[in-house]
């Protein structure tokens, strides 16, 4: 069973961080065009899914031979933690890429862009 603790590889979420500075910049610039913009959000949308699945792959167990013989009861009682949480990295395993956009895209749009006038 996982403890509540902050493990290392619970630092691998730190990888949406780059990807969202790194689309703030680009959303920033003048002129983008709407293929580039789908472009940027589909990367974030790989970006984001990518490491919630490395996240969810490495935190929790695999099964083993001994948990083969488990009866049914059992299974249908007490769901192994993992089955969860590899089912949202498989079918949602999108949000987390939107929300980094997103919050990338709301963050361009608010931000005072510099006059070119003075200091």
């Known amino acids: 069973m996982r403890s ?4 290392p590889i619970d630092l ?7 990807l969202g500075v790194g689309l703030f910049f680009v959303l920033r610039r ?47 009682s007490e769901a192994p933690s993992g089955w969860l949480w590899k089912y949202l990295a498989t079918a949602q395993g999108w949000i987390p890429g939107v929300i980094v956009f997103g919050i990338a895209w709301g963050a361009a749009r608010l931000w005072p862009r510099r006059t070119s006038g003075g200091s």
Do not use: C, Q
């Open 4 to 7: 509540f603790t902050t493990a």
């Open 12 to 18: 691998l979420w730190l990888l949406l961080v780059p």
């Open 30 to 76: 003048p002129g983008l065009s709407g293929a580039k913009f789908a472009a940027l959000a589909l990367l974030a949308i790989a970006w984001g899914w990518a490491v919630f699945y490395a996240w969810m792959y490495f935190t929790f167990d695999r099964p083993t031979i001994e948990e083969a013989f488990n009866s049914v009861d059992y299974l249908e």
